[in-house]
């Protein structure tokens, strides 16, 4: 009769099939999201855990309960540290690909009235010219022009300039000899920001050959906010423009480019 009193937990009510369920599809969702990730491993671990605790709870072996709850409590902190910047990544991709990260920057701009500050027909004339000439000159440059989705912990891996845009100070800093030349450019508020600034690389695996880590940096910040991307590539001096919404789209000619980057400013003028 003891053995079988044990087993009263697998007497289950209509609420803890649907309990059960929630779980499992919390579970798979979590398993697709860390899907190639070097956390998965991990979080197979963590579950196999909460089984073993469930399984010592049910049978009322508190101890054993007590320490498999410990390891998973400092397993769930670990998790968070050691792999901190890889779940960022992930939380803001899904944010942006689901479009809630850019509505609810969008939502909070209103509510406190904080818009943000287009670069203006002067500067996106400055920015074009400045890419015509690096485009003939195969100079390499890569060009980040946020709008409401914060890029401050990309701004802080560079090195802050906070100047005027201008055509030629741009191509002084793309100069290949120039030692801000290798990274990013992030231009916000009608200024140049930061220089040399890191990007995260796209994890897609559909992207072409003849596409460098330039075009793979643009690619990732494109999935993680809404910013417009400029790349000038340093092998063919061509001209690519990358927009979450808009994809990637090879540039013709300036006043394609003009098109692509004023209509923003327009909306937010």
Same mark, same amino acid.
């Given at each position: 009769m003891?053995? =079988?009193?044990? $087993?009263?937990f697998? +007497?289950?009510?209509?609420?803890?099939?649907?309990? /059960?369920?929630?779980?499992?599809?919390? /579970?798979?969702?979590? $398993?697709k999201?860390?899907?190639?990730?070097?956390?998965t491993?991990?979080?197979?671990?963590?579950?196999? #855990? =909460? !089984? =073993?605790?469930?399984?010592?709870?049910?049978?009322?072996?508190?101890?054993?309960?007590?320490?498999?709850q410990?390891?998973?409590?400092?397993?769930?902190?670990?998790? #968070?540290?050691?792999?901190?910047?890889?779940?960022?990544?992930?939380?803001?991709?899904?944010?942006?690909?689901?479009?809630?990260? %850019?509505?609810?920057?969008?939502?909070?701009? %209103? *509510?406190?009235?904080?818009?943000a @500050?287009?670069?203006?027909?002067?500067?996106?004339?400055?920015?074009? @010219?400045?890419? %015509?000439?690096?485009s003939?000159?195969?100079?390499?440059?890569?060009? !980040?022009?946020?709008?409401n989705?914060?890029?401050?912990?990309?701004?802080?891996?560079?090195?802050?300039?906070d100047?005027?845009?201008?055509?030629?100070? #741009?191509r002084? *800093?793309?100069? +290949?000899?120039?030692?801000?030349?290798?990274?990013?450019?992030?231009?916000?508020?009608?200024?140049?920001?930061?220089? %040399?600034?890191?990007?995260?690389?796209?994890?897609?695996?559909?992207?072409?050959?003849?596409?460098?880590?330039?075009?793979?940096?643009?690619?990732?910040?494109?999935?993680?906010?809404?910013?417009? !991307? *400029?790349v000038v590539?340093?092998?063919?001096?061509?001209?690519? $423009?990358?927009?979450?919404? +808009?994809? *990637?789209?090879?540039?013709?000619?300036?006043?394609?480019?003009k098109?692509?980057?004023?209509?923003?400013?327009? @909306? +937010?003028?």
């Amino acid at each position: 009769m003891l053995l =079988l009193s044990a $087993f009263d937990f697998l +007497k289950l009510s209509l609420t803890d099939i649907v309990d /059960i369920v929630l779980v499992a599809l919390v /579970i798979l969702f979590v $398993f697709k999201w860390l899907r190639d990730s070097a956390m998965t491993n991990i979080f197979v671990i963590l579950i196999g #855990i =909460l !089984v =073993l605790r469930i399984v010592a709870s049910a049978f009322g072996m508190r101890m054993m309960t007590a320490l498999l709850q410990s390891l998973i409590d400092i397993g769930v902190v670990a998790l #968070i540290i050691i792999f901190q910047p890889e779940i960022r990544h992930s939380l803001m991709r899904m944010g942006n690909g689901t479009g809630i990260g %850019r509505k609810s920057a969008s939502w909070i701009s %209103r *509510i406190f009235g904080d818009k943000a @500050e287009g670069v203006g027909v002067e500067a996106v004339k400055e920015i074009t @010219e400045a890419c %015509r000439n690096m485009s003939q000159e195969k100079t390499g440059a890569l060009i !980040v022009l946020p709008h409401n989705t914060s890029l401050e912990h990309i701004i802080e891996t560079g090195d802050r300039i906070d100047a005027a845009i201008n055509r030629r100070l #741009i191509r002084n *800093i793309f100069f +290949k000899n120039s030692p801000l030349h290798d990274g990013a450019m992030i231009i916000a508020g009608g200024r140049i920001v930061a220089a %040399r600034c890191t990007l995260p690389i796209t994890q897609r695996t559909d992207i072409p050959p003849s596409y460098g880590m330039r075009h793979k940096a643009a690619i990732g910040i494109s999935e993680e906010s809404d910013a417009d !991307v *400029i790349v000038v590539s340093e092998e063919t001096g061509h001209i690519l $423009f990358i927009n979450a919404e +808009k994809g *990637i789209i090879p540039i013709e000619s300036l006043t394609y480019l003009k098109n692509l980057l004023s209509p923003k400013q327009e @909306e +937010k003028s």
